[in-house]
Nanobody, 122 residues
Framework: VQLQASGGGLVQAGGSLRLSCAAS????????MGWFRQAPGKEREFVAA????????IYADTVKGRFTISRDNSKNTMSLQINSLKPDDTAIYYC????????????????WGQGTLVTVSS
């Protein structure tokens, strides 16, 4: 599966963004999908993941209640709605795919998009 992330940009603190991830290839609904982010000088970290059917989601504690992950298997797309943005949310956001089961580690995901930059100004 090939992934293409989009939707990043510059936003003021307290604002919102919606990131999208478009997948090409077959069997999109066989992949757990996830979002990760990497801030300058830091390691890539888990943000959220959604199950193959979309009925189960998990979030990092730092984004719980502000971020919402969703997917549309009919369109081979996944989204991340980001609300109440903080300067600490500034990072490159990556979408990723893992065959079948869920995970929180970067090592769990074999397929990655190119990333989209989110910059939050204070």
């Amino acid at each position: 599966v090939q992934l293409q992330a989009s939707g990043g940009g510059l936003v003021q603190a307290g604002g919102s963004l919606r990131l999208s991830c478009a997948a090409s290839g077959r069997a999109f609904n066989s992949y757990t999908m996830g979002w990760f982010r990497q801030a300058p000088g830091k390691e890539r970290e888990f943000v959220a993941a959604i199950s193959r059917s979309g009925d189960s989601t998990i979030y990092a504690d730092t984004v719980k209640g502000r971020f919402t992950i969703s997917r549309d298997n009919s369109k081979n797309t996944m989204s991340l709605q980001i609300n109440s943005l903080k300067p600490d949310d500034t990072a490159i956001y990556y979408c990723a795919a893992r065959w079948w089961s869920s995970g929180r580690s970067t090592d769990d995901y074999a397929y990655w998009g190119q990333g989209t930059l989110v910059t939050v100004s204070s």
